[in-house]
């Protein structure tokens, strides 16, 4: 029998091509195809969308046009219901536009306390009374954000919630504000909303007068407001 040494072997053998470079293989390589080149489009594509920075617009301040709003407050008592108004209120709201998105909104709303009234001195002067207007002349609330109830929507109307915390005295309590947001076509935004206000839980006696009329609790409140875009803040 004839012995092959190890040198015969290895001279059977195919001979093993090394391993070819990945930057050869991307730039020079034609078996595949494509060259480096034409990967440079792609490469840089790639590049940019990953090290872009997601750009959201940026909010803008809305005034509330003082002689377009109207609060009034409903309520009822043992002898009759009632209702009041508060000639004007003022405050500025952010708007962020999304699109295909509800707007966030948040700000704040100022009321003048003095500036209530029911139509009637006696009832007023219990309604001071009650809050201190002396002490405490204003009414504050902070709108945290806007979240919408309905998944349908429209440029026309956008019906949702307003969470935010209302001040009265020294008294802050989280409200809720069914609202309905519209822009119009000159670039304001309308609101619309009620909610319902707990004087008890709001550490107020509701008044009383000559120990016949009694208010119940809660009251109701009614509101409408015209915001303008606040040209003088960016």
């Known amino acids: 029998m004839r012995r092959i040494g190890a040198s015969g072997l290895r001279s059977e053998w195919p001979t093993r091509r090394a391993p070819i470079p990945i930057a050869r293989f991307f730039i020079s390589s034609s078996t595949y195809g494509f060259h480096m080149k034409n990967l440079r489009p792609l490469i840089l594509t790639l590049i940019l969308v990953l090290s872009s920075p997601i750009v959201y ?20 008592s043992t002898l009759h219901a009632f209702h009041g108004d508060c000639k004007s ?14 707007p966030d909104i948040s ?21 001071f009374q009650m809050l201190q207007n002396d002490q405490f002349p204003i009414i504050v609330y902070e709108i945290q954000k806007f979240i919408p109830t309905t998944k349908t929507l429209t440029e026309e109307s956008i019906p949702g919630k307003l969470i935010g915390q209302l001040t009265i005295r020294k008294i802050t309590l989280p409200i809720e504000c069914e609202v309905v947001v519209r822009k119009t076509v000159r670039g304001e935004y309308d609101l619309e909303g009620k909610s319902k206000l707990s004087l ?11 120990k016949i009329l009694n208010v119940h609790d809660p009251v109701g409140i009614i509101f409408t407001a015209t915001l ?7």
């Open 200 to 210: 008890i839980e709001f550490q107020m006696k509701p008044p009383t007068v000559l």
């Open 89 to 102: 209120f003022k405050g500025e709201l952010q708007f962020t536009e999304k699109p295909q998105s509800a």
């Open 57 to 76: 617009a940026a909010p803008v301040n809305y005034l509330i046009t003082p002689n377009k709003t109207e609060l009034i407050f409903l309520g009822t």
């Open 107 to 127: 700000g704040r709303v100022v009321v003048d306390v003095n500036m209530m009234t029911t139509g009637n001195k006696t009832m007023d002067l219990k309604m």
């Open 228 to 234: 303008e875009p606040n040209l003088q803040k960016p």
